[in-house]
């Protein structure tokens, strides 16, 4: 299974500012996605984070507020840009390798999140 | 559109006695699924999933699911809880190869599980 890491793990934002949050993959994986879990919340997908090309977002999201950088298959960003405090949720991204011999097919494995506050 | 359904919103049982989680999904198509927890603080871990064959699947942790295509469901159990069970629960669904949302993942409500000793 693949190891997946977030910096970082929380921070304390002020209202109008960006954090950029890393995810970085101890393997190389085809996919990767990221996630938001609102408080109290399940998870909703953000976006698709391609490697080499724009990331595909979901219906709700957009690039202006999250800008997505994957200049590889181990490592991604997500970028929460011009902060309210209903951005106040964690971050997760995941990483799969869908369709590869040998290895978990359509499996996630997520990092341990990213715990964004925002006042 | 794909869609999962955990009933439960939290569930409390005594250390030692039997547990279900009850998760039903809307898929067209022959769904992946999918069981997580979350403990406090921290990020996914998967427990167990299925992809096809055997309805009954094992997962780590004494967990295991079985898949009713009949009824939709993918219900989660074991047989004695564990203290260290207390966790929020998800169930999954996602897509199989092809097709724009191939690899997403949608997921339940969540049910948080409380472990009474």
């Known amino acids: 299974s693949a190891v997946i890491s977030q910096k970082p793990s929380r921070d304390i934002c002020q209202r109008g500012t960006s954090l950029t949050i890393q995810c970085q993959v101890d393997?190389?994986?085809?996919?990767m996605f990221w996630y938001r879990q609102q408080p109290g919340q399940s998870l909703t997908l953000i976006a698709t984070?391609?490697?080499?090309?724009?990331?595909?977002?979901e219906s709700g999201f957009v690039i202006d507020k999250f800008p997505i950088s994957r200049p590889n298959l181990t490592f991604s960003t997500l970028t929460v840009s011009n902060m309210s405090p209903e951005d106040s949720s964690i971050y997760l991204c995941s990483g799969a390798n869908p369709g590869l011999p040998g290895l978990s097919t359509d499996t996630q494995y997520f990092g341990p999140g990213t715990r964004l506050t925002v006042l | 559109a794909q869609s999962v359904t955990q009933p439960d919103i939290h569930i409390t049982v005594s250390e030692g006695a039997s547990l279900e989680l009850r998760c039903n999904y809307s898929?067209?198509?022959?769904?992946?699924l999918f069981w997580y927890v979350q403990s406090p603080g921290q990020g996914l871990q998967l427990l167990l999933k299925y992809f096809s064959g055997d309805t009954l699947v094992q997962g780590i942790k004494g967990f295991e699911a079985e898949f009713k295509r009949s009824q939709s469901s993918f219900n989660l159990r074991k047989p004695s809880v564990h203290w260290s069970d207390a966790a929020e629960y998800f169930c999954a669904v996602g897509r199989i190869a092809g097709g724009t949302s191939y690899g997403k993942l949608t997921f339940g409500q969540g049910t948080i599980l409380t472990v009474h000793p």
């Open positions: 984070a391609n490697q080499g090309s724009e990331a595909t977002y």
């Open positions: 898929y067209g198509a022959t769904p992946y």
């Open positions: 393997s190389q994986v085809t996919m």
